[in-house]
Nanobody
Framework: EVHVVESGGGLVQAGGSLRLSCAAS????????IGWFRQAPGKEREGVSC????????YYADSVKGRFTISSDNAKNTVYLQMNSLKPEDTAKYYC???????????????WGQGTQVTVSS
């Protein structure tokens, strides 16, 4: 059974940092692209960052470029999202997923994890 558990969210002041983690079971992150997504209240889920399994290329939404960094530890089957210089508009619930290819919004196994809440105060 495919399962992901996101953690590391919290309340932080604008300009602060957080490091999100995502542990997977039932599949291996190394076999898929890895995506971080977020969803703010009343808004659609959006892609934040992705790491390609083919060549390790990384991609970022324009809104987070230069501030967020995606990485992975294959030995632990865990992925991370380092978030620096956080802004109030980064407030959202963050989700990770193995996906077939960067740009896809369909998670491996067909379901999302519980996510982790990030709240940035001004």
């Amino acid at each position: 059974e495919v399962h992901v558990v996101e953690s590391g969210g919290g309340l932080v002041q604008a300009g602060g940092s957080l490091r999100l983690s995502c542990a997977a079971s039932g599949f291996t992150f190394d076999d898929y692209a890895i995506g971080w997504f977020r969803q703010a209240p009343g808004k659609e889920r959006e892609g934040v960052s992705c790491k390609s399994s083919r060549d390790g290329s990384t991609y970022y939404a324009d809104s987070v470029k230069g501030r967020f960094t995606i990485s992975s530890d294959n030995a632990k089957n865990t992925v991370y999202l380092q978030m620096n210089s956080l802004k109030p508009e980064d407030t959202a619930k963050y989700y990770c997923a193995g996906i077939i290819v960067c740009g896809s919004n369909y998670p491996v196994g067909g379901s999302w994890g519980q996510g982790t809440q990030v709240t940035v105060s001004s």
